[in-house]
C-alpha cells in the first residue's frame, strides 16, 4: 500500500497513456529530422548566442587597442594629480594626451567606417519576416543575426572610445590652463635686486668651478683612460670632415663669385640677393652637416654620456645659429663691399648693425649654454638670476644703440627701393628703441624673467622674420620674368632642354612660388618654436586640423593630397620619359612611319596620364567606388549637353585605333585641304598650304567623307591639260607628249604614262597627259618641269598652241548717209528671225526704237 501511494503520482489512466505514446513516438520520429520552422524570437535568441561566440577579428583588435587608449588615460590622469611638475612634465602630458586624442578620433572612424558597413550589409539583407510571411533560408537568418550583433558590438566600441577621446581633451585643456598659469607665475615673478647682489657670488662661483673640474673633469679623465681611441678617431674623424667640408665651400664660392663678378662688374639688385642667399645658404648648410657629423661621431662611439650630450648638443646649436646670423648680416649688409650692398646704406651703419646683430645672437645663445651648463652643474639660483639680468641688459643697451644708427643719408635715402622702405621705415628705429627701454626697465625693476624672455623673443623673432624677409625678396626676385636667363644655371638648363623663354619665365615663376611656400612651412613653425610651444605639440595640431578635409561622407587628407600631387607630377615624367624610350627605342629601329608613331605614343600618353590620375585619387583618400556618382552625374550632363564633347572623344578614339588618316597625311575633307599635323581627342589639326592651322572636331572627319592622297602609300597621280592649234597633227602630239613623260626621271613606267585626246574647243584640240609619281608630293615640281618641256618641244616643232580669238570689224569714217545706211543694215541683220512678225515693226521708226526688248 505504501508502495503504491509512493507511485500515486504516475499512474496513468488510458486516455493519459496514449497521449503519452503519442508524444513519445512524435518525439522519436523527428528526432532525426531537421527542425522545419521554429519561433523568431527562439530563433533569433539562438543565432544571437552562435554569433556572440564567434568573435570578429576586426572587433577584438579595436577593443584590444581601446583598452591600451584606456590604460594610458588612467596613467595620464594619474600623472595629472601630481603637484610640482614642471613645465616639461607638464608639456609631455599634453602631448601625450593629444596624441591620445588623435588616436582615439582615428580609432572612431575605423569603427564608424566598419558599422557603416555593417548597416549597409543588413540594409540589403531586409528586415526578418513576420509571423504570417513565408520563412526565409535559415542562412540569411544566421547572417542577419551575425550582422545585428556585429553592430552591436561595434556601437558599444564607439561610444567607448568617443567619451575616452572626450576625456582626452578635457585632460588637455586642463593641462593648458596649468602650464599657462604655471608660464605666467614663472614670468612675472619679482626678484629683489638689493638680495641679489647681496650674495656671495665669488663663493657660488668657486663652488661651480668645483663641481665642473669634478663632473667634466672626470668624465675627461674617464674618456682619456677608458675611451681614448675612440676620442681621438671621433676627433680625427671631425677634422677631417671639416676640412673637407671647407675646402668644398670654397671652391664652390670662388667659382660661384668668380661667375657672378665675371657677369656684371656692376650687379643689379637680382644678382646681389642671388649672390648673398648663395653665399649665406651653402656655409651655412656646410657648417650644420660638419657639426652634425661631428655630434654624430661622438655619440656613436659612446664618448659623451647624458649631461656632456646635453651641454655639447647645446653648444654646437649655438655655433650653427651664430655663424648663419653671423653670414646673413654680412651678405645683406655688405660692410666691406658697397656694390653688392642690398640695402643702399652708409658702410659705417652697415658695419655697426652687422656688429650689433652678431652680438645680440651671440649673447643670446651663449646665455643658453650656460643655462645648460649651471643646469648640469646644479649652479645656485642667484648664478641663474644674474646670468638672466645680465643678458637682458647687454641686449636692451644694444637695442637702443642700434635705434640712434642713422643708415640712410643724401643719395642713398634718394636710392632706396620700396623693399628697403619696408625693411626701415622711420617707425622701425622707434619701436627698436621702445624695446630696449621697456627690456632695461623690466630686469632694473626686478622682473628679471620677464626682460629675458623678451630679450630672447626679439632675438629670435628678429632672426626669424629678418630671414624670411630675404626670402620673400629672393623669390619675388626669382619670379620676375627674365631673371633665370640672367644666371649661368638658368642658361644652362634653357640649353640642355632647349626650352624657350616663355616656358623658361613660367619655371621662374613656379620656382618663386616655392620658395614662398618653403619660406611659409618653415618660418611658421620656427616662430611657434621660439614663443614656447613643442614641435610635437606643432605636429598634433596640425594632424588634427590641417591634415585632413571632409566632404560629405569623403574624408580627404590634405597630407594625401599633396602626395597625389607629387605621385601625378611622378607618373605624368614617367609617362613622357617612357614615351620618349619607346618611340627612340622601339618604334623608330621598327621603322614605323611617323603617323604610327603619333598614334602609340599618343595612346601610351593618355594611358599614362590616365593610370597617374588614378593613382593620384587612390593616395588622396578618396575611394573609387565613389566615383561612380561622379560618373552619374557625368551620365547625366552627356544627356543634356556633352554629346557633342563625347561624340567627338569617342571619334578621336576611333581615328587613333582605327587610323583612317596618320599626322602627315594629306587629306581632302569638304573645303578643307591640307597636312595632318596632330590628332588628339576631341580634334584634328589640318595645316592648309598656306600654312593656315585649322582645328577639325573628330566627329565631321568620322561622319563625313575625307580624302586621303597617302593613305596607304604616297604614289599618285597628276595631269596636265595641253591645247595646240586645229592645224595641229594630233598623233604627233601624243607622241611628243609621252616622250617628255617618259624621259622625266620622277615619272613611274609603271603605270606607264598617257595621253588622252579630250576633245574639240572652241580654239584647239585639247589633250590631257597623265603620269604617275612614287610620291604625290612631288607633283607640282614634275608638272612644273613637263610643262616647261612641252613649251619648249612645242615650239621646236612649230606646234602652235592657240589662244582664244574673235573678229572684230571696225568702221572707218564716212559721208554721214552711207554710215548710217550700214548701220541700219547692221541692225536689221542683227535682229532674231521671228516666225510670227508683228506689224508693228513695220512702222518707219520700229528700227530706231530704243526703249525696248531687242
Known sequence: MKLDAAFMPLRLNSRHFGAFLL????LTLGAGQPVLAQTPDTQSNVDRANATVASDPFIDEKAQQLDTFAATYATLDK??????LSDDELASLQTTADQLDSDLNQLSLDIEAKLNTVRDQIAELGKAPGSNDPPEPAVTTDQRNQLIAERSELSALSDKATKLAASAVEASKKIATMRRDLFTDALFAHTSLQDLFAADFISYVQQEYRNFQASYGAWFRYIWKERRVQLVLALG??????????SATIALMRRRLAQMVSEDDKPDFFIKLVTAAYSTGLP????AAFLAVSYLLFYGLDVLVPDVQQFVFTTYKAIAVIFFVFLLTRNVLSPG???????????????????AITAMAAINWGDQIIDVLNETLAADLALEAVRSFVAAILIGLILVAVSFIKPFHGDAMRQRTRAVKLLWPSLMASLIRLAGFFLLACAITGYIALARFIAMQVVLT??????AYVSILLGNAVSQPGTMLRTDQGRRIAERFKLSPVRIDQISLLAGLAIYALTVLIGIPCLLVAWGMRLAEIRLWAAKHLTSVTLGSITISLGGILLAIILFVAGYLLTRWFQKWFDDNVLLRSRADPGVRNSVKTGINYLGILLAVLVAISAAGVNLSSLALVASALSIGIGFGLQTIVQNFVSGLILLIERPFKVGDWIVSGTTEGFVKR????????ETFQRQSIIVPNSELINASVGNWTHHNHMGRSEIAVGVSYSSDPRKVMDILLELAKAHPLVLANPEPMVIFNGFGDSSLDFELRVYLADVFNGIPVRNDLRVAIFERFRKENIEIPFPQRDLHIITDRDGEEAAALAAEIRRRSQPIDENPNPAFDHPDAGNDDSGGR
Open 462 to 467: 628678429g632672426a626669424i622674420l629678418s630671414t
Open 284 to 287: 651655412s648648410l656646410v657648417i
Open 237 to 246: 674623424l671631425s677634422a677631417l670632415a671639416a676640412f673637407l667640408f671647407r
Open 79 to 84: 600623472k595629472m594629480q601630481e603637484s610640482g
Open 679 to 686: 590628332i588628339s581627342v576631341r580634334a584634328t589639326e589640318i
Open 23 to 26: 508524444l513519445v513516438l512524435a
Open 337 to 355: 663691399d658697397p656694390a653688392w650692398r642690398l640695402i643702399p646704406m652708409r658702410t659705417s651703419a652697415a658695419r655697426k648693425l652687422h656688429w
